[in-house]
């Protein structure tokens, strides 16, 4: 007899489905799994008839054939263990009815008693289900929340197997999980552990995130050990717009399908805030693999990647990241595939200014030899640097502000405000053009139409670049970042104070690091 059921395969942070054909025919016991499996799912058949038996079905002992279509795509993963089993018991005729089979998605992995594990990708699966038209999708109950934020599309979670043979053949009570999408998504979005006015001191360097938030701009923080650095990056999300729905969805079906969503967990309502150890591979930063998975550039999408101590990450998993920082994707090409992951994100670095960390210290002397400091600060290159917009030095607190009761520091709620309406402007500006939000995403050719700027500010922004000796893309970059400036102001134009402000966040260049 010949069933079939239907499954999805996760391709980037898409999913296409998968036709599960069954049949059982007499001859030898013998099982096949065709349709370009991997070694996961044609280990799945031990799995399945051990959770058939223990759950008292019966496993076929005839011929059993398990086709999985279209056969040109690579079936990856534990998660097809569900659909082959059910399709493998419809098969048996152990399922009063299979005509309802065909309504149905369904993805789980097996244990060897039955119960079901959660998988990865729910969400990107439940969204092709429904664009193809199915009635509904069965998931792990772990991973139920997630899938139903998809409407119009009946989710039901499960924790065995034989629930999904229960409720096949009429006899299950079980209703589809519905979850309040908006309200889920609008209730979290503002709480936050941390604030800005936990950060005693260090006012010019809470104006320089709060530039980076509002244009979306690169920074990297310079100074030494203790300095607050990472206390102040770490803050950084808070001041960000919150995300919009369609934001929040992309988010999170990049961790769906990376398997980073806490269990029972729906929609990401936060911009997230990745901070990988400096010890990352290129694979681990960029993504890779042989069934691709997204890395550590894409799990900040829509938010911050903070790189602390920068020097001491490998030089060539720095490099990689040079593409990907200017097209806000990366692709990941393998002999049969090419994947997209979108890393549209903000990246803030810190690093000390030289190995002992006390160069140009107040107070600290520098123990470290003749040419360490040039040394490390080459482990960063030229063109890497290039392309962050801020460069901020941060000083040691002084004891005097440490030492107050009294808190007079912004809270990040009100700088929130004034980067939500810097935002809002931008978004305003660039209405017309797809994708763009925000001044740090524009092109050249945008930059001159909307970055225009007075003869009293050519005179200064030409006396800038001859004296630092900048690049052509700093001169962009200090361009984006004084209308950013302007916006902050509400100002329609940029004047020769913002070009001011904008060129002091470049003049901090290697040599001047170096003394």
Known sequence: MLVKTYGSAVYGVDAI????????????????????????????????ESAIKTSNYKMPRTRLVVNMAPADIKKTGAAFDLPIAIGILGAGNQLPDTDTLKDYVMMGELSLDGTIQPIKGALPIAIQARKDGFKGLIVPKANAREA??????????????????????????????????????????????????????????????????????????????????????????????????QEALETTKIHSVAGKLPENASLIAKRPFRSPHHTVSDAALVGGGGNPQPGEISLAHNGVLFLDELPEFKRTVLEVMRQPMEERRVTISRARLAVDF????????????????????????????????????????????????????????????????????????????????????????????????????????????????????????????EKLNLSARAYDRILKVARTIADLEGSNHIEAQHLAEAIQYRSLDREGWAG
Do not use: W
């Open 148 to 245: 139903a934020m998809v409407n119009n599309l009946d989710v039901y979670g499960v924790q065995h197997i034989s629930e999904v043979v229960y409720f096949f053949s009429g006899n299950s009570k079980a209703e589809p999980l519905v979850v309040n999408t908006r309200d889920e998504f609008f209730s979290t979005q503002n709480e936050f552990e941390v604030d800005f006015n936990d950060v005693k001191g260090q006012e010019n360097i809470k104006r320089a995130l709060e530039i980076a938030a509002a244009g979306g701009h690169n920074a990297i923080l310079i100074g030494p050990p203790g300095a607050g650095k990472t206390m102040l990056a770490k803050r950084l999300p808070t001041i960000l717009p919150p995300l919009t729905l």
């Open 342 to 465: 979108p890393a549209n994100f903000m990246l803030i670095a810190s690093m000390n200014p030289c190995p002992c960390g006390f160069y140009n210290h107040p107070e600290k002397e520098c123990t470290c030899p003749a040419g360490a400091v040039q040394k490390y600060l080459n482990k960063v290159s030229g063109p890497l640097l290039d392309r962050i917009d801020l460069h901020v030095e941060v000083t040691p607190v002084a004891f005097s502000e440490l030492s107050t009761r009294q808190q007079t520091s912004e809270n990040s709620a009100t700088i929130r405000e004034r980067v939500i309406k810097a935002r809002a402007i931008q978004a305003e500006r660039y209405k017309t053009l797809p994708g763009i939000y925000a001044n740090a995403q524009i092109s050249s050719k945008t930059l001159r139409e909307f970055c225009t700027i007075n003869a009293t500010g050519e005179a200064l922004l030409k006396k800038a670049m």
């Open 17 to 48: 489905s998968i036709t599960i054909e069954v049949n059982i025919s007499g001859g030898d016991i013998k099982y096949f799994i065709v349709g370009l499996p991997d070694n996961a799912v044609k280990e799945s058949l031990q799995r399945i």
